[in-house]
């Protein structure tokens, strides 16, 4: 089976123009930066440090194990692994071929797997015990392929999103979307062979992959990756590799910060933070670049659609608490009556495996992202999920609001909100809270009124947890934290 596109712009809105954004060559091409003072991929787990001529003999060695294997371009690989250093030069080799790469996060259970690879029928799927034993081994001692077989327009990678419920969907995106992104975000996060980036977040999905793979490539900088998450590892490793940037979301920081051999001279060089997801409140900006020394900005994107905004060095402080940025690039952005985002750009995905899913999300090149936002003068803040709005006695109240004043009280270090079903009010506001001390519900509404919050908006109940749920991605599990509210209503 071979991955085609399932959504084109329309011609009004082409990026291919001399010069433009989809000028680009294929990925192969793009990723093949200069060479760099320090170890181009770093896995300490494996013990491997890889220099960029390395690396690149690697990647043309096992894009000739794949063809020997029959993978030709357009063909589908897929794989199961934690953040190793195969699976980069999983995605490098695929890129090589043409072939298209389909990565499986490594907690996946095998039905869910299953559910995902019928979408886009591998021709070669590689599971955990395979990608670091055996038959990677003997992939990888390919002979090597060094020209690239892929063009722009073709489909380069498909993630999986939304498998938690329902059918998950499969994200397509193509070469030259994902080229442009690499090389825009290299710029806004002013980026250099200077720099070294730890990456706890899945490579399968797209922040892990845009800011170590793709960003990896298109900078001459050093990637060190985990396997997974663990903050007083991470803390020897931001000192063992001199790691200047991160990124992920809250959670991390937070356990970071409160991590019990934490100091702030073992990450002293880090310079730069971006963090996403819900949660990315004000006050948290504001503590943890403090704790950290470190400048730290929110931005906003998707697996639809990679790191839309942020904010870049030249932008206030400010800015970078108290918005989720800008648009990078060409990107647009637009709100519906009822405040939901609606976005189009070049870094766009080309669409779902499943055009019905394409039809149901794209709308004359418009993407809904099923996001609450504000728009001030260009400069966007994510208000909440549309479908995280709690609806009080006919009034909707966003989650996201609720969470920030929350956040801002100093003794709370994460909070969730989340609707608590009532016969009389439809919902009411639950908040579950990651606090130092006791804060409970006369706490939460003197700390609302204290803010001038109105009263409906106020938390009518209030559970402290020693830690939120988490995805594993690293986010809060808000549905899990949904069904409890609902259970003990």
């Not at 991390?252 to 990450?267: I, N, Y």
């Not at 990078?328 to 995905?349: A, Q």
């Not at 989650?399 to 709370?412: C, I, K, N, Q, S």
Request: hydrophobic share 40%.
């Amino acid at each position: 089976m071979s991955l085609r596109p399932t959504y084109r712009p329309p011609r009004a809105h082409h990026y291919g123009r001399a010069g433009g954004p989809w000028d680009t060559p294929a990925l192969d091409e793009v990723l093949s930066a200069r060479p760099a003072t320090r170890d181009a991929l770093v896995d300490p787990l494996a013990n491997e440090r890889l220099t960029r001529r390395e690396l690149d003999a690697r990647i043309a060695a096992l894009a000739g194990g794949l063809h020997a294997e029959g993978i030709r371009r357009g063909d589908v690989v897929a794989w199961q692994a934690p953040n190793w250093y195969e699976s980069v030069l999983l995605f490098r080799a695929c890129w090589r071929l043409g072939a298209v790469a389909a990565p499986i996060h490594h907690q996946a259970s095998g039905v869910e797997a299953e559910r995902m690879l019928v979408q886009v029928d591998p021709k070669l799927t590689l599971w955990r015990d395979e990608v670091r034993g055996p038959r990677f081994e003997a992939l990888a001692n390919g002979t090597p392929v060094d020209t690239g077989r892929a063009e722009p327009t073709d489909v380069a990678v498909v993630l999986f999103t939304s498998g938690s419920t329902g059918e998950p969907k499969a994200a397509l995106h193509s070469h030259r979307g994902l080229a442009y992104k690499a090389t825009a975000m290299m710029r806004a996060h002013g980026l250099t062979s200077e720099d070294a980036t730890l990456m706890p977040a899945p490579l399968a999905h797209i922040s892990g992959l845009l800011n170590a793979v793709l960003i990896g490539g298109v900078t001459p900088l050093s990637v060190v990756v985990m396997d997974r998450w663990d903050p007083e590892r991470a803390l020897t490793l931001i000192e063992q590799e001199r790691v200047t940037f991160m990124i992920g979301p809250p959670t991390f920081f937070v356990s970071l910060v409160h991590a019990s051999g934490f100091a702030p001279e073992r990450v002293a060089t880090l310079r730069l933070v971006s963090c996403g997801g819900a949660g990315v409140t004000p006050a948290f900006v504001e503590q943890t670049s403090a704790e950290l020394g470190a400048r730290v900005k929110r931005t906003y994107g998707s697996t639809e659609a990679p790191t839309v905004t942020t904010t870049t060095p030249d932008d206030s402080e400010r800015d970078a608490r108290e918005t989720d940025g800008r648009a990078v690039g060409e990107v647009e952005l637009r709100l519906t009556d009822k405040g939901e985002l609606l976005l189009r750009g070049p870094e766009l995905f080309v669409g779902y495996a499943d055009p019905d899913q394409t039809a149901a999300s794209l709308d004359r090149g418009w993407f809904r992202t099923g996001d609450v936002a504000r728009l001030d003068d260009g400069w966007l803040t994510i208000v909440g999920r549309i479908k995280d709005v709690i609806i009080r006695g006919g009034e909707n109240i966003a989650a996201g609001e609720v969470e920030a004043v929350l956040e801002a009280h100093p003794a709370v270090r994460q909070a969730v909100a989340v609707g608590q079903p009532d016969e009389v009010m439809g919902e009411r506001v639950c908040a579950f809270v990651v606090a130092d001390g006791t804060f409970d519900v006369e706490t939460c509404r003197s700390w609302f009124a204290e803010r001038g919050v109105a009263r409906f908006k106020t938390p009518e109940r209030v559970v402290q947890l020693d830690a939120l749920p988490l995805l594993p991605a690293g986010k809060p599990d808000r549905a899990a934290l949904t069904r409890r509210a609902a259970q003990h209503g």
